[in-house]
């Protein structure tokens, strides 16, 4: 069965200071994407980021980066520079077997000035 | 969110009513898809698809019908509305390939059936 699991329901961090959103999955399909979404209060859904499976590289966008660990099984978020704006729900997101997608339950991050 | 246009932004049914939410993208994405995201929760897969003509069931197809007749248009059906179907819907269109990757949501559509 395929899951996804975001470990920490909330987190602060001082502005300009980099933070990294935990997530791990489970999948036994040896091609699947990993996805981070940014929810603002506002409710609308920001892709951020996407790493695939048989990706060599590490994905980047620009204050957004994705620390892949194929082998644990983690696809962590780093923002850097964190900004006031920054304070969202983040959800990680897992498409397998074409594109059936699973999200996570989110972190909500807040960005303290 | 120019590329994915979602109607309507409210809707209110009465139990038993159909309606369909109508999803629409410009931007020639083979990738939609259909969520649902109750209080609290993340995202949940309704129906995707992954071209014209195709479609599958996601985590919760239950009460929901999907058509995608062209690369643009993926309307979603509710066939017989439930107060278990009160939530916020979200259409989205995505291109799938490494750093080029996009994904793109409507604005959501907020449902409430009494």
């Known amino acids: 069965a395929q899951k996804i699991t975001q470990t920490q329901p909330g987190m602060f961090v001082q502005e300009k200071e980099a933070v990294t959103l935990d997530c791990t999955y489970d999948t036994s399909d040896p091609s699947y994407g990993l996805f981070w979404y940014k929810q603002p209060s506002s409710g609308e859904m920001i892709f951020l980021i996407y790493q695939g499976s048989y990706d060599q590289q590490n994905a980047t966008e620009g204050r957004y980066s994705l620390n892949f660990q194929k082998a644990r099984k983690s696809a962590n978020l780093v923002i850097s520079a964190s900004q006031l704006g920054d304070s969202a729900m983040y959800f990680c997101?897992?498409?397998?077997?074409?594109?059936?997608?699973?999200f996570g339950a989110g972190t909500r991050l807040f960005v303290k000035a | 969110n120019a590329g994915v246009t979602q109607t309507p932004k409210f809707q209110v049914l009465k139990t038993g009513q159909s309606m369909t939410l109508q999803c629409a993208q410009d931007m020639n994405h083979e990738y939609m898809s259909w969520y649902r995201q109750d209080p609290g929760m993340g995202l949940r897969l309704i129906h995707y698809s992954v071209g014209a003509g195709i479609t599958d069931q996601g985590e919760v197809p239950n009460g929901y019908n999907v058509s995608r007749s062209t690369t643009e248009d993926f309307p979603l059906r509710l066939l017989s509305a439930a107060p278990s179907q009160t939530s916020v819907y979200f259409c989205?269109?995505?291109?799938?390939?490494?750093?080029?990757?996009?994904?793109?949501f409507g604005q959501g559509t907020r449902l409430t059936v009494v």
């Open positions: 989205a269109s995505s291109y799938i390939k490494s750093q080029d990757t996009e994904a793109f």
């Open positions: 997101a897992m498409a397998t077997g074409g594109f059936k997608t699973i």
